[in-house]
């Protein structure tokens, strides 16, 4: 089955800085990966996805850029704001017939004021 | 606008009860989710199904079990608590096939003592 690994797993940050949050695959097939962030006794919702024919996506402040031949992803924050400040999950999955979310084991990002 | 509704968000149950966890959506989703949520291992899947009277297992099935007697109604049975399930327990849905357009509920906390 697919494994997705996380990292860094805390990541504390200055208000105005950007950050990044790495995540690898192992399963060749997977070709959709979304990232969800969840705020501290809040449900995890969903910010941003990406599939794999496309390398790069981008909402506001928020990127995902994906490297299918590395099996690797990642999440980039620019100006990051006290709101930003939650734990990110990245997941990974092949997104056809009853496939589900692989998740990694979470970034807790701090953004200092 | 809650759209994944968990019955409880706090339950605390005694080693040895059976303990059922309910999920309601409204969004007439085919596919529903039971996640458990701890500290430093992310989101792992227990159960899901993909209709109505149908479950699959997931990553970590054992002491678990499931009922989905209609298609927006999914539960989650401990069929016997132990301390080591005490965790955060989060349902999931999502629209037809593939893995777009997971919707949290908001998680039960349960302690077993």
């Known amino acids: 089955g697919e494994n997705v690994e996380q990292h860094p797993s805390t990541l504390s940050v200055q208000e105005g800085d950007s950050a990044v949050i790495k995540c690898t695959y192992s399963d060749s097939a997977s070709n959709y990966f979304p990232w969800y962030k969840q705020e501290l006794g809040k449900r995890p919702q969903l910010i941003i996805d990406i599939r794999s024919n496309v390398g790069e996506k981008k909402d506001q402040r928020i990127a995902v850029t994906l490297n299918k031949t590395a099996k690797h992803f990642s999440l980039h924050i620019t100006e990051t704001q006290p709101e930003d400040s939650a734990v990110y999950f990245c997941a990974a999955s092949r997104n056809s017939g009853y496939s589900t979310l692989t998740f990694g084991k979470g970034t807790m990002l701090l953004v200092s004021p | 606008d809650v759209k994944v509704t968990q019955s409880s968000r706090y339950l605390v149950k005694r080693t040895g009860e059976k303990v059922f966890l309910e999920c309601v959506q409204d969004?007439?989703?085919?596919?529903m989710f039971w996640y458990r949520q701890d500290p430093g291992l992310g989101l792992r899947l227990i159960y899901f199904?993909?209709?109505?009277?149908?479950?699959e297992k997931g990553d970590i099935p054992e002491g678990y079990s499931v009922s989905r007697e209609k298609k927006e109604r999914f539960s989650l049975i401990l069929e016997s608590a132990s301390t080591n399930q005490t965790s955060m327990y989060l349902c999931?849905?999502?629209?037809?096939?593939?893995?777009?357009?997971?919707?949290f509920g908001s998680g039960t906390r349960l302690t077993v003592v």
């Open positions: 969004m007439d989703h085919e596919n």
């Open positions: 999931a849905s999502s629209p037809g096939q593939g893995a777009y357009g997971y919707t």
């Open positions: 199904s993909y209709d109505v009277k149908m479950k």
